[in-house]
């Protein structure tokens, strides 16, 4: 049966008549780099060494238009017993492999996704709705972790540290923990998986990747890629297992004891339950939650800086990053000018299909998300807020970037995350107030300040200054480099991935005390003799 569609007032966007849709686009030669990527018209989803999967088949539909993509055969709670015995078992072999010969390995993971990197790229964008140049962007970074963790792999060092006894020697050294859970959310359905398994891997360790129900294929995809290098090097597939599916899969791994260390990415409230559950059985965690991220603005900002800044900041991704800007906190003597630059700017944006060139706001990735738009808008009214531009759902899930004033900068609306392109634009009359809008909320991932004064700058940057995880000079507070750790404070969760130091939290840490000498000396000099 052919389906009818409708091209919408939205931007290059072409809207399927439901009821009329029976085709997959897999099976469209329009979407035949689906192909290349190893996506099928059914796919497994649970891989072990061995792709299969129990569960029920559900159907991947993609947030542009709501066109069936392909289907998949989710994983059930027997299928994940499978995945972290087989994970469990392979882990022992990965752990006494020499760590040169890991990176090596996770060199080959990041040529493979080097070589897919534009398919793997519209995949994230069909199935999870960010405009192409981000989808692409995010296989791009899962490419530069790969490449970080190859270097990794030959600077994983302990230290040599004095003892005060004569003739012994103390070593500190970092061990493999075992097996790493990752579960990761719908709006990077690529980059976080490998933030984790590229250092995880590259530490000695087998990772088991539980991600959002809603982009499947991505997962698959990804999953393909890193076994074709896992078989090409006679290793066991389930060094990186998968098991898509709800979330039964989710509590099983939190709930495991054979899983060292859960790293969770999605909301504060279900990563308070995560933490809790895994506390309870004295695992390692890492939380990566909410953001109600900030941009202060001094009275010396360069303006011509802060406009695109903001722009990509609240609108990319449709406000649907941890690390999007939901506050601008803009000093007195520019607030007006800011907000009339910004009312233009956001005239400018193209709202539609993620796929074509030149939109740059696609769709958001659920209906939910939809409904939680239009009520925080509607209680923004309520409260005595000014809608200055947008504010309203254009059908399907497309919504219009929206900027709001007049509204108090503690109220519980402002508190709140709204995973959508809202902005609240705030006043502030100096730094100290200023930081103090910054700091008051509950969540602590992402901050940066426009300014061109040293004392500001470092200020901004010290401990009287934004309390964030990330903390930044006239960037937005999104698009972080994975040279440095990334994470935040508070109810972010505190847990820390990708550069800097972070593969620390995939190893055990040993101190050892070796004793060359003929005498026993015991320490702080007790005689026991």
């Not at 299928?79 to 080959?108: C, F, H, L």
């Not at 999953?223 to 039964?248: Q, Y």
Request: overall charge negative.
């Amino acid at each position: 049966m052919s389906v009818f569609r409708m091209t919408s007032r939205v931007t290059g966007r072409v809207s399927v008549v439901r009821g009329l849709a029976t085709s997959l686009l897999v099976n469209d030669p329009e979407y035949r780099w689906l192909g290349d990527i190893g996506i099928e018209e059914v796919n497994p989803g649970v891989y072990s060494g061995q792709w299969g999967g129990q569960g029920q088949t559900i159907t991947s539909y993609s947030p542009i238009n709501e066109s069936a993509i392909a289907k998949v055969v989710e994983g059930t709670v027997g299928d994940y017993q499978t995945v972290i015995s087989a994970a469990k078992e392979a882990s022992k072999q990965w752990a006494m492999t020499p760590a040169p010969v890991r990176g090596e390995v996770v060199r080959q993971i990041g040529e493979q996704l080097r070589a897919k990197l534009e398919p793997l790229g519209k995949l994230v964008s069909l199935e999870m709705g960010k405009i192409l140049p981000e989808g692409i962007g995010e296989v791009q970074e899962a490419v530069d972790i790969a490449d970080y963790a190859t270097g990794l792999s030959r600077m994983l060092n302990g230290k040599v540290i004095p003892s005060e006894r004569p003739g012994h020697m103390m070593l500190e050294q970092w061990h493999p923990l075992g097996v790493c859970g990752v579960i990761t959310a719908f709006n990077f359905p690529v980059a976080p998986y490998f933030w984790n398994f590229t250092i995880a891997s590259a530490c000695g360790n087998a990772c088991i990747w539980k991600g959002a129900p809603t982009t499947p294929l991505t997962h698959i995809a990804c999953t393909k890629l890193i076994a074709e290098v896992l078989e090409a090097n006679k290793l066991p597939g389930a060094l990186s297992g998968l098991v898509t599916g709800g979330k039964d899969i989710g509590e099983a791994m939190v709930a495991d004891k054979r899983v060292d260390l859960v790293s969770f990415t999605g909301s504060c409230q279900v990563g308070r339950e995560v933490g809790v559950k895994v506390q309870e059985r004295f695992g390692k965690l890492i939380l990566e939650l909410g953001g109600n991220n900030a941009i202060t603005v001094m009275e010396d900002a360069d303006l011509d800086m802060l406009v695109p800044a903001v722009c990509f900041a609240s609108v990319g991704t449709a406000g649907q990053r941890c690390t999007t800007t939901r506050r601008l906190i803009v000093h007195e003597t520019l607030y007006d000018e800011v907000v009339r630059r910004l009312i233009n700017a956001y005239k400018q944006v193209k709202i539609g299909n993620p796929l074509v060139k030149g939109n740059l706001c696609g769709p958001l990735h659920t209906q939910a998300a939809v409904d939680a738009y239009q009520a925080a808008i509607q209680e923004a009214v309520n409260l005595g807020g000014k809608v200055e531009i947008g504010g309203k759902a254009l059908g399907d899930k497309y919504v219009e970037p929206t900027i709001i004033t007049g509204l108090q900068h503690d109220s519980d609306l402002v508190h709140r995350e709204t995973f959508a392109p809202i902005l609240y634009i705030l006043k502030h009359s100096g730094f100290e107030e200023a930081v103090a809008i910054n700091n008051e909320v509950s969540q602590g991932l992402s901050s940066s300040i426009f300014t061109t004064n040293p004392q500001y700058i470092f200020r901004w940057v010290s401990a009287e200054g934004a309390d964030s995880g990330i903390c930044n000079v006239n960037i937005p507070t999104n698009g972080a480099e994975i040279g440095g750790a990334f994470g935040g404070e508070k109810e972010t969760g505190g847990g820390r991935e990708s550069g800097s130091d972070a593969w620390k939290q995939y190893c055990r840490r040993a101190t050892c005390t070796i004793n060359y000498s003929k005498d026993l000396p015991l320490a702080q000099g007790i005689d026991f003799s």
